[in-house]
Each structure stands twice: as structure tokens, then as C-alpha cells.
């Protein structure tokens, strides 16, 4: 049986796959453009980069080394994909964006199995 904080665990993994299967929906049917103001990508970029190295600096003693590196990996990947998105020219912006889906979904699917046994 599993604990209430590993159910909470679980469901935020199905909600960062269903995120990730999102952004790869949106980079196919090419529903996304870049914004106006590039440089709010790069802040959000920015901020995914220090929300990875926290996750990855903060070790929690109950949590396995394998869950935390894989969530600071995967934020820290997905944060310089959006960050080099308006750097970039205009027709990667798709591809980045699918690529960070991808790894949304990635993270969701093996993060789920991780916390679930």
C-alpha cells in the first residue's frame, strides 16, 4: 500500500507526463509561436536551470539518488531546451519544444515507476 506522500509523488509524475504529451501535441500541430518578448523564454529558462540544480543540491534523506537525479536531470534538460529556443532559428523552435515534451514524458513514466514500487 502505498503512503499518502508517495500517491502525491505519483499523481505530480502523471501530471508532468501529461504536461510533456502537451507541449509534444502543440510542437506537431505547430500551435505555438514565439513570443513576443523573447526574453521572458529565457527567464523561464532561467528559472527551470535553478529549479533542476536546487532539486539536485537539496537531497531529501528518504528519497532514493536515482528519483532525485532524474528529477534535477530533467529539469535542468528541459530548462536549457526553453532557454535556447528564441536563441535559435525560428524553425527549431518545434523540434525544442517536442524534445522537452519528450522528456516530460520520459521523466513521468520512469518517475511513476519509481515511486510506485
Do not use: C
Not at 506522500?5 to 501529461?18: A, C, D, G, K, T
Not at 509534444?24 to 500541430?29: D, N, P, S, W
Not at 535556447?84 to 520520459?106: E, H, K, T
Amino acid at each position: 500500500m502505498l503512503s499518502p506522500s508517495n500517491l502525491f509523488r505519483l499523481l505530480n509524475e502523471f501530471i508532468l507526463l501529461l504536461l510533456g504529451a502537451l507541449l509534444i501535441v502543440l510542437a506537431v500541430h505547430r500551435g505555438v509561436a514565439l513570443p513576443a518578448r523573447p526574453s521572458a523564454m529565457k527567464a523561464l529558462g532561467v528559472l527551470l536551470l535553478y529549479w533542476g540544480l536546487r532539486a539536485r543540491w537539496r537531497r531529501q534523506p528518504e528519497e532514493s539518488g536515482a528519483a532525485v537525479n532524474l528529477r534535477a536531470g530533467s529539469l535542468i534538460l528541459v530548462g536549457t531546451l526553453v532557454f535556447s529556443i528564441p536563441l535559435l532559428p525560428i524553425r527549431y523552435a518545434d523540434m525544442l519544444l517536442a524534445f522537452a515534451g519528450g522528456v516530460l514524458v520520459l521523466r513521468g513514466i520512469v518517475g511513476g515507476f519509481l515511486f510506485a514500487r
